[in-house]
């Protein structure tokens, strides 16, 4: 008969063989006849050797999920550090923000596997300041110390057993994505999202919607609607329709930016349920508890029927609305709006404030009525920057209407301002 026996978990473990059906327990031992084994402690113990700029770059990332300095869970400002085969794998939990990361790397040489929990930010500045080279990292009489030349340095290490385990990866729907694409995917609509969304979460959020094998990503913020999306043939079959959080979503971004050194693969997965949603590439994984709620129909929130089309050349425009900065950036005119005037084969940018005033004359491809509308300048530029076509066409409903501005996979709208009528003109 083999009998396994756990006592405190994670701590105590021994395997008996015997045949006897009489077994007795004693404080440190078992015995049955002649035989007797004592209870051996697991040893939490560890020894590596990794390059610090390869560390630096992983624990970097798993920083992004540790708490605030509020957290009433004191565990999870910790890294969970874990040494197996050739890796070492650095894990971190906000559970406020309901979110976690992995991340993982190649050591040069795992001597002994191990997993501990380090505080998270005195780890990070540790190896950080630590010298230039490989590092000699170990558990030594319950401290980790880390050792570089004639350099060492401890910090005092706990067991792992309290650490939480909530956000573990879900199976249910599982996509296979290039990671460029959905970086660029969500980098085109992101700065649409609101910072602030006390009154309605779903302004706080990144939508994401697969169907029919397209993948849309929609943010708005009350001024500014933003879409992008790619195909997925691969997923025709596939539906998904989700919300996650604006920081959420920066630091996926983060996830995404940069390609996993010990991994030729572009591609990444991303893992779904009702509750929560991962994104794996390489050796990352972000976890994320995601938002309740249905987002808005942002098809019908952008006028569909236009009569005016315009396009001009980005990189012009976009030099125009800094110079326009200079005016409606500055003291008691700060946000003042500028003024698109569009006449045949000509877009007018104007701006004036107490200060001064400009005008700046671009050539334009033009369609259908003369309209002069106001903008914030602000959120024209930042829609324009999220932009990689060299030229863009704007649609116009018409005076004090917004613009769209449409392309191949994306499409934008821009609210207009309301001005008084003498502020229209720039002489």
């Not at 894990?91 to 406020?96: C, I, K, N, P, T």
């Not at 380090?118 to 990292?137: R, T």
Request: proline share 3%.
């Amino acid at each position: 008969m083999r009998i396994k026996v756990s006592v405190r978990r994670n701590l105590f473990y021994y395997k008996f063989l015997e045949r006897s059906h009489i077994i007795f327990f004693q404080k440190n031992y078992i015995s049955t006849g002649n035989k007797k084994i004592f209870f051996i402690k697991r040893r939490k113990t560890m020894k590596v050797k990794i390059e610090k700029k390869k560390l630096i770059k992983v624990a970097k990332m798993a920083a992004e999920a540790l708490p605030s300095e509020k957290t009433n869970l004191q565990i999870t400002k910790c890294f969970v550090i874990k040494a197996e085969g050739q890796f070492l794998f650095i894990r971190s939990m906000s559970m406020e923000e309901g979110i976690g990361i992995q991340t993982g790397i190649t050591c040069s040489k795992v001597e002994e596997p191990g997993e501990i929990c380090v505080d998270g930010s005195m780890f990070l500045n540790l190896i950080s300041k630590a010298p230039e080279g490989e590092l000699n990292i170990q558990t030594n009489k319950g401290k980790l110390l880390v050792k570089q030349q004639k350099s060492k340095m401890q910090l005092a290490y706990q067991d792992t057993d309290q650490f939480p385990d909530d956000m573990t990866r879900p199976d249910d729907t599982v996509i296979s994505i290039d990671r460029k694409k959905l970086y660029a995917g969500i980098e085109a609509v992101l700065f649409a999202v609101a910072d602030d969304a006390t009154q309605k979460k779903e302004l706080g959020a990144l939508h994401i919607n697969l169907s029919n094998g397209v993948l849309r990503l929609e943010g708005l913020d009350g001024f500014r609607v933003a879409s992008s999306s790619f195909a997925i043939p691969e997923a025709n079959d596939i539906t998904l329709d989700t919300l996650i959080p604006k920081n959420t979503a920066k630091k996926l971004m983060r996830l995404l930016s940069e390609k996993n050194s010990d991994k030729e693969s572009d591609a990444c997965k991303i893992y779904c349920n009702n509750n929560v949603m991962a994104v794996s590439t390489g050796y990352s994984l972000l976890t994320a508890r995601l938002l309740e709620g249905s987002y808005f129909d942002v098809a019908k929130l952008t006028p569909q029927e236009y009569k005016t089309m315009l396009t001009v050349n980005k990189t012009e425009l976009l030099d125009s609305l800094n110079r326009s900065l200079l005016y409606c950036l500055t003291g008691g005119d700060r946000d003042k709006p500028i003024s698109f005037s569009v006449k045949e084969g000509n877009l007018t940018v104007a701006a004036n404030s107490a200060i001064g005033e400009m005008k700046d004359e671009l050539m334009a491809k033009t369609d259908g009525e003369d309209v002069v509308l106001h903008y914030n300048p602000r959120y024209m530029m930042e829609t324009l920057k999220a932009i990689m076509d060299e030229d863009v066409t704007f649609y116009f409903n018409g005076n004090k209407t917004p613009c769209v501005i449409k392309g191949e996979d994306y499409e934008y709208m821009v609210l207009g301002v309301t001005v008084a009528a003498e502020s229209e003109k720039v002489a």
